[in-house]
């Protein structure tokens, strides 16, 4: 609890407080756009990468573990379909075991540049073997390397092993494939809920909801 309210109205009126930027894209209306949230995802995508936003599949993925303390990352959408998100990772990560201990996740993507977010919320899936192998085997060689030998968020005492494991991966012949590793894969995030995030002057900002109702989706408007 705060003591110091002077002290604190000091510091944050000058610094954090003051840091604000003002948006001014135009009205966004629910009646332009699609019936089906995954058309408009695609779409706000698709001008995102026109509009050259860099990291443009960067997301982060919100999960709540055993404990119900929620946790969050950034992680990279690889795939979109009518299904879901895909992304990979380790399944013995931390992120891993939440989703096995609660499947439900959220992920956002913020455009800055374009004042745009999409927050999804649904239930995650694991994907098949064969889509974890043909993923893999397409990503480069130094990533194939750094995901054999990364025991993603245990506690290590140095780094000096793990760059001795790359070094000697990447100095093997590269006619011989690296194998992928049996908790490496990909997820699929089976949404149930899209918001559409447009920035508007004075903060009376547009949101555009669609809730999934059996295999409906309800559009409607949230109040900024």
Do not use: C
């Not at 990468?49 to 919100?62: P, Q």
């Not at 993507?109 to 893999?136: C, D, L």
């Not at 809920?193 to 547009?206: C, I, K, S």
Request: proline share 7%.
């Amino acid at each position: 609890m705060l003591e110091d309210v002077k002290s604190f109205n000091m510091i944050v009126n000058d610094y954090i407080a003051a840091i604000r930027k003002e948006y001014a894209m135009p009205m966004l209306d629910p009646s332009d756009l699609p019936n089906n949230p995954v058309e408009t995802f695609k779409h706000w995508f698709d001008l995102a990468i026109a509009e050259k936003v860099e990291e443009v599949n960067a997301m982060v993925l919100s999960t709540v573990d055993a404990q119900n303390r929620p946790h969050s990352r950034v992680v990279l959408l690889k795939d979109l379909t009518e299904n879901g998100l895909v992304f990979f990772t380790n399944y013995s990560s931390k992120k891993g075991q939440n989703m096995t201990a609660n499947p439900m996740v959220s992920i956002n993507f913020f455009w800055q540049t374009m004042a745009r977010q999409i927050r999804i919320e649904g239930k995650v899936e694991k994907v098949s073997e064969a889509i974890n192998e043909a993923y893999f085997s397409s990503r480069p060689r130094l990533s194939q390397a750094g995901a054999i030998v990364s025991k993603q968020s245990e506690e290590i005492d140095s780094r000096v092993p793990l760059d001795k494991q790359m070094e000697m991966l990447m100095s093997q012949p590269e006619s011989e494939p690296l194998p992928k590793p049996l908790n490496w894969g990909g997820y699929n995030v089976v949404p149930t809920y899209f918001e559409f995030w447009q920035g508007r002057p004075g903060r009376v900002h547009d949101r555009i909801a669609y809730e999934k109702n059996g295999e409906l989706w309800r559009k409607y408007r949230l109040s900024p």
